[in-house]
């Protein structure tokens, strides 16, 4: 298996403009999770899902965040409109059901430059 | 408010020596911890995990410690080597109904060599 994917690695946008990140989970996970990573505050989990349902949004920082998972393989994060406090890194990772389903595995990342 | 905490920003360690890195955390729901290493330009990929049922697991030259009373875990990694130098994780979970996943934010260690 490729291991879970996204896309793109980098992106560079204006404030105002929309933001589309995308993930392709691990075949056969179960749980989809994104995550931000900032100097201040770490990996902050914005939202994860479970059988492509979404189970908690908690750490999404506000109705400008969005984020879809249409089916087993396939989800976006979306920003609109971003703005520069908006860049960071952004991981997705993915997990097993079931015992042992606790461990993560993440992509490389889109780093994301709000101007 | 932050449930998990890693106080150390970064820790500098020699080549061949003892690295401990370490993780504290307040909520007492947290049933399963992990660990995580992180390289530059990569995603973080699993390193060693710890159920609150036992309190050490060892792994090769990695280690996990855990102290339910005191809710505080740590990794030693033993003997360091420059390939270690990486940003470590701790990841505390609650496998409940309530499930809580909280990473903390992060150690950077580097192994000098």
């Known amino acids: 298996d490729a291991g879970v994917i996204q896309s793109p690695r980098h992106e560079v946008t204006e404030m105002g403009q929309e933001v589309t990140l995308r993930c392709k989970p691990i075949?056969?996970?179960?749980?989809l999770f994104w995550y931000r990573q900032t100097m201040m505050r770490g990996l902050e989990l914005l939202i994860y899902f479970n059988n492509n349902v979404p189970i908690d949004d908690s750490g999404m920082p506000e109705d400008r965040f969005s984020a879809k998972m249409p089916n087993a393989s396939f989800s976006t994060l979306k920003i609109q409109p971003s703005e520069p406090r908006d860049s960071a890194v952004y991981f997705c990772a993915s997990s097993e059901q079931g015992p042992g389903g606790d461990i993560q595995y993440f992509g490389a990342g889109t780093r994301l430059s709000v101007l | 408010d932050q449930q998990v905490k890693q106080n150390s920003p970064s820790l500098s360690v020699q080549e061949g020596r003892i690295s401990i890195l370490n993780c504290d955390y307040t909520?007492?729901?947290?049933?399963?911890f992990l660990w995580y290493k992180k390289y530059p330009a990569e995603g973080p990929t699993f390193l060693i995990s710890?159920?609150?049922?036992?309190d050490k697991n060892e792994d090769g030259r990695f280690t996990v410690f855990l102290n339910k009373s005191a809710k505080h875990l740590s990794l030693h990694i033993v003997p360091s080597q420059p390939g270690d130098s990486a940003v470590y994780f701790c990841?505390?979970?609650?496998?409940?109904?309530?499930?809580?996943?909280?990473f903390g934010s992060g150690t950077q260690l580097t192994v000098l060599p």
């Open positions: 909520n007492s729901m947290f049933d399963y």
């Open positions: 710890i159920s609150s049922i036992k």
């Open positions: 990841h505390c979970i609650s496998s409940g109904s309530a499930r809580q996943l909280t």
């Open positions: 075949s056969g996970h179960d749980y």
